[in-house]
């Protein structure tokens, strides 16, 4: 767990056993992350937003689709 001035939390991508990805308390963009990323990517994620699904919400009240890979500089 580090939190670093780049963004807002950096940590590993992981899936639970539902099926969501997530890094850390955040709960990642499905459709984004099953795009770009393979669980265990190490990634910095930019900003959060309130979950807006009452399915997940209870696990993960915090929500990102604006994250990117750790080891890359923007």
């Known amino acids: 767990m580090s939190k670093q001035k780049k963004g807002v939390y950096t940590g590993i991508i992981e899936k639970d056993e539902n099926g969501n990805y997530f890094c850390g308390p ?8 099953e795009a770009n990323f393979k669980i265990g ?34």
């Open 26 to 33: 955040y709960l990642l963009d499905y459709q984004y992350t």
């Open 41 to 74: 990517d190490e990634v910095n994620i930019k900003s959060v937003i309130e979950n807006p699904s009452d399915k997940t919400y209870d696990q993960y009240p915090k929500k990102s689709k604006n994250f990117f890979l750790a080891n890359l500089k923007e």
